[in-house]
């Protein structure tokens, strides 16, 4: 368990137990950094790192930039709006370009399912997929597993719904993943519509009733609706998707047992979850933020090591 | 491998009892002055100082352990990541005397490490340190040690280790050496 068993963090796919174990526990130690007088430390200097966002990130862009100066890295950002790739170069030349100024590892995120691996596969640099369409999404599974772990002190055994647009969601893909692997038991739940056909084959549990998958879990993540990746109506109104769907402080309080309420962000306050449930002593939102730093730091750390020079 | 013990059971708990009176002559009642060992080793040494001097003192002697991972200068010059253990200083070490602790000095590269790792945590007023063994010779910084467990001499293919009761069974320093072709 001492070195992770891939060379590019493209998805939790890819990833054994122990690798997601070996994050955690480094994640344990850059916490503690991150909450010195000085919270920086020296082991990444002689490594360079691009973060290359074609598609828009506030926390995600902000976290891993924040995670690369804390280990010492230099950084250059790039993002599509501004950049060449209006011009119509391809995905390759862009990287190629940036490598050319001698950067060792590249954080992207692409709308396009497979754009972080097909990278991997044809640039000389290690890559940490930052989200990649519907696909995957690693960092934040990892962060939202460490999150459940820190507040319940285990992921083994838990039960945790994923509640919302299941079909568009690279989270909802990568947590399941993550959580099986730790051998929590998955839930998905939202309407028909926004659940992928087949998902059952992934070996998770399908509910289309709120209160019915609250009472069975321990924790649950609620998902935003990702309108700017629907192409056609899959509800009638937002206003009945978050009746339907939607967590409020009355039904929280309804349960049988208190459970743990996380949300990956951004929050569409009063549709997905009330600002009473997301501000509550339940929710995890803020600590999710706070352990994202810690687990990218964890994965770049990790990643970093096996650069030879 | 052949081993020899170098320091027994008997005179480890001297050592130990004369390093903690040492550091009583310099450091009176530890009334600004903390210890901090460097993990992983160094902090059974700490753990035993700490113990001996509550004793002698009657009185806490503020302790923390610090993890020197992250600032160590062969990160990507081994096969596998070092990963760090755990850092605890729920303290600042701002204008305080610091005594950094740890089990055996050879290269001086973790003290150099440590050192930095320590600045993190505020400016001490003075930073000292204490080594159970000093392997006098092959030495790639220039780093001394102010309190010193037992010297010893030895051969950059050798090894020492300082072994722990709670740990090995019995509290020991043992010198190996590789056999010789003839």
């Not at chain 1, 692997?181 to 992934?202: F, N, Q, R, S």
């Not at chain 2, 992983?40 to 806490?60: A, M, T, W």
């Amino acid at each position: 368990m001492d070195s992770l068993s891939v060379d590019h963090l493209i998805g939790i796919k890819d990833l054994t137990e122990n690798d997601i174990q070996l994050i955690f526990k480094t994640a344990d130690s850059f916490k503690e950094v991150i909450n010195r007088p000085i919270k920086k430390v020296p082991s990444l200097r002689d490594i360079t790192i691009a973060n290359l966002f074609f598609e828009n990130s506030t926390r995600t862009r902000l976290s891993f930039e924040l995670a690369e100066k804390r280990l010492s890295a230099d950084t250059i950002n790039f993002s599509a709006s501004s950049s060449s790739v209006k011009k119509g170069e391809t995905l390759i030349d862009t990287v190629n370009n940036i490598l050319s100024m001698k950067v060792d590892m590249v954080v992207m995120r692409h709308p396009n399912p497979g754009a972080a691996k097909f990278l991997s596969e044809n640039v000389d640099a290690r890559i940490v997929n930052a989200g990649d369409g519907t696909h995957e999404h690693p960092t934040q599974a990892l962060l939202d597993s460490y999150s459940i772990k820190e507040k319940l002190g285990d992921v083994r055994g838990k039960k945790v719904v994923i509640v919302g647009d299941i079909l568009h969601s690279r989270v909802a893909l990568s947590n399941i993943y993550c959580l099986q692997k730790l051998g929590a038991e998955v839930m998905v739940c939202g309407p028909t519509t926004l659940i992928p056909k087949y998902i059952d084959k992934l070996g998770v549990k399908v509910e289309h009733n709120l209160r019915s998958a609250l009472e069975w879990c321990d924790v649950s993540n609620m998902l935003r609706i990702q309108l700017e990746r629907q192409d056609i109506k899959y509800f009638p109104s937002l206003r009945e998707y978050s009746m339907q769907f939607g967590l409020t402080k009355q039904l929280l309080d309804e349960l049988s047992k208190e459970i743990v309420v996380m949300h990956p962000g951004p929050i569409n306050r009063g549709v997905e979850i009330t600002s009473d449930v997301a501000d509550s002593k339940q929710s995890l939102i803020l600590q999710q933020v706070e352990n994202g730093v810690a687990i990218r730091m964890a994965v770049i750390y990790l990643l970093a090591s096996k650069i030879k020079r | 491998m052949e081993r020899q013990v170098i320091l027994n059971s008997k005179h480890f708990e001297l050592t130990i009892d004369r390093l903690c009176y040492q550091l009583i002559e310099s450091h009176n009642n530890f009334e600004n002055t903390v210890l901090i060992g460097l993990q992983p080793r160094g902090v059974n040494v700490l753990v035993r100082l700490k113990s001996k001097l509550e004793k002698i003192l009657s009185g806490d002697v503020v302790c923390g352990s610090l993890d020197v991972t992250f600032h160590r200068d062969d990160f990507r010059r081994r096969e596998t990541p070092l990963i760090p253990s755990i850092t605890n200083i729920d303290f600042s070490v701002e204008n305080k005397n610091v005594v950094l602790v740890d089990d055996v000095l050879y290269t001086g590269r973790t003290i150099r490490s440590g050192l930095d790792a320590l600045l993190a945590f505020g400016r001490p007023a003075k930073v000292e340190l204490l080594c159970f063994v000093d392997r006098r010779f092959k030495r790639d910084l220039p780093i001394q040690s102010d309190y010193v467990g037992i010297t010893v001499d030895s051969l950059r293919s050798e090894r020492v280790s300082v072994e722990w009761k709670e740990i090995e069974g019995e509290d020991k320093v043992k010198l190996y050496t590789p056999e010789s072709n003839g």
